[in-house]
């Protein structure tokens, strides 16, 4: 007798074929959902940063770095080259004017002196002998000239005499022009006498000035040599602190090397360099403020360096109020420069949401606190410690400011507490 078969319902095909089915029909219930709505993601508070806007006094200004230096530095080069014989200090001393530093040593220029000073005394005997010489001949001349008038005045009384005697007849003729001739004579060689006194006075003179012109060429040669060799000994220009000495014994350094350098300590300067993208908005006169041990001291831009290394300018800032205690050279600081004038301005907190949006957007939170939501916003200027809010949110908003590296492309965030 035939047993009849029970036909099964569920057959394996028929399973496969409904959950099919139901994985279709639940893909496109999530579409139409995911379309339909905002994506959502749960965060919690304590993860997140939450900002208040604010109304406030903003300045914009920017974070450098800055380096304490010298407010003054005098650099020390050889004058002169040579050989290092000694170093009277180390590296790092406080000096005061005068003081040596090194000596060198320059053989040839130890031997010009020797020369020069030969020179300067030859020259100077030859002086005295020209002098001299010239003394000697003005005296000839002065009794070549108390001579020739001597000679006047005897001719001159027997002239008159014999004038007299031959308008009497006591004398002839001939005697009486005999005695006039010679007159006249005398009368003509005390002028030429006296021209070439005056002539060799003037001679005279003119030698002795180009002479003594002379010497005193070479006595500042001379001087000018002497300062060489003193040189040598490389002193302390200014009361300072020794930096950078860069001088071995038994080192040749050439004329105009770099030694080493004095750094005037009595006050100092804050170096610092800049982003070159801020150097058309960078002048003398604009102010800056750091904190040390507790205070705040300002800062103001005495010089701008305009030669641009490394993507970087740099610029010399001086203290307005006084130089802080047991501040260093070398010492490093963080300087706010302010680039603007301070205004009002509805101000957020800085925060990591910026890398992910530009500033053109943020999660700004449900008045509950319990959602935020995506809302475009417009940002300003900044500064350290804030953005400048230009549109998109009012004072009392309350915004998420932290990074948003997680969040994906979600639109929507529910906060759990």
């Not at 770095?65 to 020390?76: A, D, E, S």
């Not at 002028?191 to 002379?214: G, I, M, N, Y």
């Not at 602190?241 to 300590?265: F, H, M, P, W, Y």
């Not at 908003?397 to 965030?413: A, H, R």
């Amino acid at each position: 007798m035939d047993i009849p078969l029970e036909k099964k319902r569920f057959t394996p095909k028929k399973i496969a074929m409904m959950a099919g089915g139901l994985l279709l029909a639940l893909l496109i219930l999530f579409v139409i959902f995911s379309s339909s709505g905002n994506s959502k993601l749960n965060v919690e508070r304590e993860r997140i940063t939450i900002s208040t806007v604010k109304e406030g006094n903003f300045q914009e200004n920017i974070p450098v770095n800055g380096v304490v230096l010298p407010l003054t530095t005098i650099y020390l080069d050889a004058m002169e080259g040579g050989r290092v014989e000694e170093r009277f200090v180390e590296d790092g001393a406080m000096m005061k004017k005068g003081e040596p530093i090194i000596r060198l040593s320059n053989t040839d220029l130890e031997l010009s002196l020797v020369n020069q000073e030969t020179q300067v005394y030859t020259l100077l005997t030859q002086i005295q002998r020209t002098q001299n010489a010239s003394r000697e001949n003005t005296i000839n001349k002065l009794n070549q000239l108390t001579d020739v008038e001597n000679s006047l005045k005897e001719a001159k009384r027997e002239y008159d005499l014999n004038s007299k005697l031959y308008e009497k007849g006591a004398v002839g003729r001939q005697d009486f022009e005999e005695s006039r001739n010679n007159y006249e004579y005398q009368k003509e060689r005390l002028a030429l006498t006296q021209r070439v006194l005056v002539q060799d006075s003037v001679s005279s003179r003119t030698e002795t000035r180009q002479a003594k012109e002379s010497y005193e060429r070479t006595r500042k040669a001379l001087e000018l040599m002497r300062k060489k060799v003193e040189d040598l000994v490389v002193k302390a220009p200014v009361d300072g602190q020794l930096t950078a000495l860069d001088a071995e014994i038994g080192q040749s350094k050439n004329k105009g090397e770099r030694l080493g350098q004095i750094d005037v300590i009595s006050s100092y300067k804050v170096q610092a360099e800049i982003d070159e993208h801020y150097i058309s908005r960078i002048f003398s006169g604009q102010r800056g403020s750091f904190t040390f041990n507790g205070n705040n001291y300002q800062l103001e831009i005495k010089k701008v360096y305009t030669q641009v290394s490394n993507g970087r300018f740099k610029v010399d800032m001086h203290f307005t109020e006084g130089v802080p205690e047991n501040i260093r050279r070398g010492q490093s600081l963080q300087v706010k420069l302010a680039l603007s004038q301070e205004k009002e301005a509805r101000l957020i907190s800085k925060g990591g949401f910026f890398q992910q949006t530009g500033g053109n957007w943020i999660f700004k939170l449900s008045e509950d606190g319990k959602t935020a939501y995506k809302t475009p916003i417009s940002l300003g200027s900044q500064n350290i410690e804030y953005y400048e809010v230009l549109d998109g949110l009012q004072p009392g908003d309350q915004v998420i400011t932290s990074s948003y590296s997680n969040f994906g492309e979600v639109e929507e965030l529910v906060i759990n507490n």
